[in-house]
């Protein structure tokens, strides 16, 4: 869920319901885009750009176009074509061709499409690779030579499960912006190139915080060409999440040192991701093949006119996507783009795995192949995304990739919404209080999240505030979080939801919220900032608001040191224990066992082992309590030699102490968590 420039982003999210299983050929039930199901397709490596030792060749897919024009410049955003090339029609594929002599290297082209008796506006056609400021332009530059040093033995970590994945989810901008982050590149791809940067207290910020905090993946925000930011005008400062897609395959000039130099951007962003692996951090690239950011006026609609996206039978665009269009995924065609596209920034910038945003506008059909082509390239990329749409779309349900399908999906998995709105409470509804901040009924719903939404025995579907059954058939189909760039930052949401309450009951609500995360079942997400007790001065829909909302102020790690501290020890709880992150629903079902609570009588406790060693931990039993309530709780524990691992908003991996058991005292909005071996 997001917004762009041209459209707030709707108030609620629309689940598609479960539905029985289907013939999973994905098609739209539009008569409208059923025109397009028989055009001749193009699936080689060579759309629209290659350039061998002596020439330069382009080629265009646009099938139905009546003519198309290649027009060739000297700079990348201003001046009149010095070239202009008639190119010649492949009625076998649907593509137009044409070919220069030479290495067009520091050259600029534009296509123009016929169609209908007119000439449309010049674009950089859809497979621009590198472009000029503001992506009106694609580029023509040697990509060997935007390789950092040591960029061929570059590879980021090993992942054999998704589930020992921990995902940290940052803007480029937030990270660096403010004044008290130490870094020089502010705002850029370099500000995570730079080591050594503090905070005024002497805090580590930047990469090193990163180190620190013992994350496994960072989940950046959209990198590649988007559209509402002037690269011509940086010093205007402008703020932008980047949920407005322009070039797909090209990097966004603004984060780069200079947006005139096409290669820069593209430099820039392979010594970022270079510099984080060399840290031993994944990337994920956050990823928005859903819409564009114009309607008439895309690249997709100047090549191909009324292909690329869905459409109702009177020939309007569909918006699933809230922002006024959305891309046709089950078409062949834009099937083919996005897997390759994909497979390029997985190959060309080494990136580790990409989230899907609204991924349920996509057919089934298209994010199979996706992760398909992604593993089969590496085995450690991964994929999630958003199960949900934002509106109605002529893609019938059981062919979205909805969060209710992701058991017809493999290797890819969906945020929870049951365990977010659980734990913190609703995210439409800033004073919704959840299990973590005291409100009663929403136990069952966190023992969903716990499970990661595979069968268990002890948990009553039926009662769940969202889903109704078990929709994961494996804990690594589950993405658990409580918050992220969308919405109230949990510290607003603690803020609105406990005002009058002291901001200790926060902090410890925020522990107890994040405790829920990262011992649950399935992969912990956390938002940037959040260990640090970051707000957006609560402000809900921050994709344009200025720095002074969005970045994060370095000087709260040290204002909110014991915050920080308790988060770096449940990265290294979860990181040390295999308990937490079991990868088969079976071993869910037999390892975690829930004790008997009334819940009419006790709500807001939880409590629960997971025993017999498992997923191979040291630690032969655990036992995880939460106590949502305002008032402690007293919990019988059996008695035997534990070790005290989380309690009271205090936290260490290697024991805080020991007990005996028995009769234990659980402080109010906290987690006690206990082991024996």
């Known amino acids: 869920m997001y917004s762009n420039t041209k459209a707030l982003i709707m108030a609620s999210i629309i689940m598609g319901a479960a539905l029985a299983p289907a013939a999973l050929h994905a098609r739209t039930n539009s008569e409208y885009d059923a025109r397009f199901i028989d055009w001749p397709t193009y699936s080689g490596d060579d759309l629209e750009l290659s350039v061998d030792n002596d020439m330069t060749r382009f080629r265009l897919w646009s099938p139905k176009a009546e003519a198309v024009r290649l027009n060739l410049y000297d700079n990348g955003h201003t001046g009149k074509a010095y070239s202009t090339i008639e190119m010649t029609p492949d009625s076998n594929n649907g593509t137009w061709t044409a070919s220069v002599p030479g290495q067009l290297f520091g050259k600029f082209y534009t296509f123009q499409v016929k169609s209908d008796g007119k000439w449309l506006n010049e674009t950089p056609g859809v497979w621009a690779k590198a472009v000029g400021v503001n992506g009106k332009r694609a580029a023509i530059i040697d990509m060997t030579k935007t390789n950092p040093e040591g960029w061929s033995e570059d590879k980021g970590p090993e992942v054999k499960s998704f589930n020992d994945v921990i995902l940290y989810e940052m803007h480029h901008r937030d990270m660096s912006m403010h004044p008290s982050s130490g870094i020089a590149n502010k705002g850029k791809f370099l500000a995570l190139t730079e080591p050594g940067t503090l905070s005024p207290e002497g805090l580590a910020t930047g990469i090193d915080h990163l180190k620190e905090l013992g994350v496994t993946h960072v989940h950046i925000l ?323 608001s200025p720095d002074s909302i969005n970045a994060i102020d370095w000087s709260n790690k040290a204002r909110y040191a014991d915050q920080f501290d308790y988060y770096k020890g449940l990265v290294a709880l979860r990181k040390a224990h295999p308990a937490f992150r079991m990868n088969n629903a079976a071993d869910i079902a037999h390892h975690l066992k829930f004790d008997k609570i009334d819940s009419s009588k006790t709500p807001n406790l939880i409590s629960y082992s997971l025993t017999d060693n498992a997923n191979g931990d040291e630690w032969k039993e655990i036992k995880v309590v939460f106590n949502g309530a305002s008032e402690a709780r007293t919990v019988n524990i059996k008695k035997d030699n534990w070790i005290v691992v989380a309690d009271d908003g205090k936290i260490n991996p290697e024991g805080l102490g020991t007990s005996k058991g028995g009769k234990m005292t659980v402080a109010p909005y906290s987690a006690l968590i206990l082991a024996r071996k």
């Not at 998995?413 to 919704?432: I, M, T």
Request: proline share 5%; aromatic share 10%.
């Open 222 to 544: 959209p990198s590649y060409d988007y559209n509402s930011v002037d690269e011509a005008n940086l010093q205007l400062n402008t703020y932008n999440w980047g949920y407005d897609p322009q070039n797909y395959n090209a990097p966004e000039g603004s984060y780069s040192t200079n947006p005139s130099d096409p290669a820069t951007r593209v430099r820039e962003m392979k010594q970022m991701i270079k510099a984080l692996h060399d840290a031993g951090i994944g990337v994920v690239m956050d990823v928005v093949y859903n819409h564009t950011a114009e309607n008439d006026g895309s690249n997709f609609e100047l090549t191909a006119p009324g292909y690329y996206h869905r459409h109702w039978n009177d020939g309007s665009y569909s918006d699933a996507s809230g922002c006024g269009n959305e891309t046709a995924s089950d078409l062949a065609q834009m099937r083919d783009y996005i897997v390759n596209s994909v497979k390029y920034w997985a190959g060309e910038y080494h990136v580790d795995g990409f989230r899907f945003d609204l991924m349920a506008i996509h057919d089934i059909d298209t994010m199979n192949e996706v992760a398909k082509a992604l593993k089969e390239q590496n085995p450690s990329i991964f994929v999630y995304g958003e199960g949900w749409t934002a509106s109605d779309s002529p893609l019938q349900p059981e062919h979205r990739a909805l969060k209710e399908n992701v058991a017809k999906m493999e290797n890819i998995a969906v945020f929870s919404d049951d365990l977010r709105d659980a734990v913190k409470g609703h995210f439409s509804a800033a004073e919704d209080r959840g299990f973590a901040t005291g409100k009663p009924g929403n136990e069952e719903t966190v023992k969903i999240g716990i499970v990661a939404a595979t069968p268990h025995p002890q948990v009553d579907f039926k009662k769940g505030n969202n889903s109704k059954f078990p929709y994961a058939s494996s804990p690594e189909m589950i993405v658990n979080y409580v918050s992220c760039h969308d919405d109230l930052s949990l510290t607003d949401k603690l803020r609105k939801s406990m005002a009058g309450e002291p901001e200790e009951n926060m902090l410890a609500a925020a522990k107890l919220a994040q405790t829920i995360v990262f011992t649950s079942q399935g992969t912990p997400f956390m938002f940037a900032g959040e260990e640090v007790f970051r707000d957006k001065q609560g402000v809900h829909n921050s994709y344009k």
